[in-house]
């Protein structure tokens, strides 16, 4: 018996531990649509919407790499060849930010190119506290553009 109330305090103190560690962490509030862009060389552009729903301001971060898949594993490598405007942005609580994504490259796309808008949501110092998680949130959004 008194083996089984040791096993019951320590699963006890392991939850309210864990439930201490939840409450602590500060969940993110970066929100982004749409989900994807299907784009062509007819239309060779498109745009996202970011938003902050939380009660801070948040550093954004936007940046594209080319997309494609080597052995079953997505590979992202740095390109020119589309941009987002503006790359970075400053959100304030409750606010919205248009994000453009424009195809640069002058060549023709032969069959489809496939990128991903990585939208990063950066730390902020002001937010860095001792016993606290604080939780950022990467969205990687697939844009595709074919002929």
Excluded: C
Excluded at 96 to 117: C, F, H, M, Q, T
Aim: net charge positive; aromatic share 4%.
């Amino acid at each position: 018996m008194l083996r089984n109330a040791r096993g019951v305090r320590t699963l006890g103190l392991a939850v309210l531990a864990l439930v201490g560690f939840l409450s602590s962490a500060e969940a993110s509030s970066l929100r982004v649509a749409p989900i994807g862009l299907k784009l062509s060389a007819q239309e060779p552009s498109g745009t996202i919407r970011t938003w902050n729903d939380g009660n801070a301001p948040m550093q954004v971060q936007i940046r594209v790499f080319r997309w494609t898949v080597e052995n079953g594993e997505d590979v992202l490598t740095p390109t020119r060849d589309v941009v987002a405007s503006p790359p970075m942005a400053t959100l304030l609580p409750g606010a919205e930010n248009l994000v453009r994504v424009v195809r640069v490259s002058g060549g023709p796309i032969k069959d489809k190119e496939a990128y991903r808008l990585i939208v990063d949501e950066l730390p902020n110092p002001a937010n860095q506290r001792a016993g606290t998680v604080n939780v950022l949130v990467r969205h990687a959004i697939p844009v595709v553009f074919s002929k």
